[in-house]
């Protein structure tokens, strides 16, 4: 699960996280700056899974994006968000803003970083690349 659920620090919103989110494809393909692998929104190789949602006490999209930014201590392009007249960057390709709809939300943001893998590697990414990169850890990041 990823870390917002079991780590929110400072983000605020109302109630417990939720396993009530759309499905989105997921798989561990950035390398955090600590070194250990992190799930994004990956449409390449990403396993699609149910996510978590939280009521934000934002009242406004652009209010919840900049509190999701701080929170991941990301720039705010790297948030997404989609409202009902289906304003949405497309990194869902549309299946976040049609859950909005489903079940009577307003709109949604999500974070959504880029792969750092390659970068970080210079291998492409794959499941085996990640489980030969995990291998070669030691330490603290292992």
Do not use: K
Request: proline share 7%.
């Amino acid at each position: 699960m990823g870390s917002l659920i079991w780590s929110p620090r400072e983000l605020p919103h109302h109630g417990p996280w939720a396993p009530n989110g759309p499905t989105i494809p997921i798989e561990f393909a950035r390398i955090a700056r600590d070194g250990r692998l992190s799930l994004i929104i990956d449409h390449d190789h990403g396993e699609m899974v149910p996510s978590w949602s939280a009521l934000a006490t934002a009242t406004h999209l652009e209010e919840g994006r900049v509190d999701l930014a701080s929170r991941e201590g990301c720039p705010i392009r790297n948030i997404g968000c989609t409202d009902l007249n289906g304003n949405e960057t497309e990194v869902t390709g549309g299946v976040v803003g049609a859950w909005c709809r489903r079940t009577g939300w307003d709109g949604a943001v999500w974070t959504q970083l880029p792969s750092t893998f390659e970068e970080r590697t210079g291998d492409p990414f794959s499941v085996e690349a990640a489980l030969a990169y995990l291998h070669h850890l030691t330490g603290d990041t292992r």
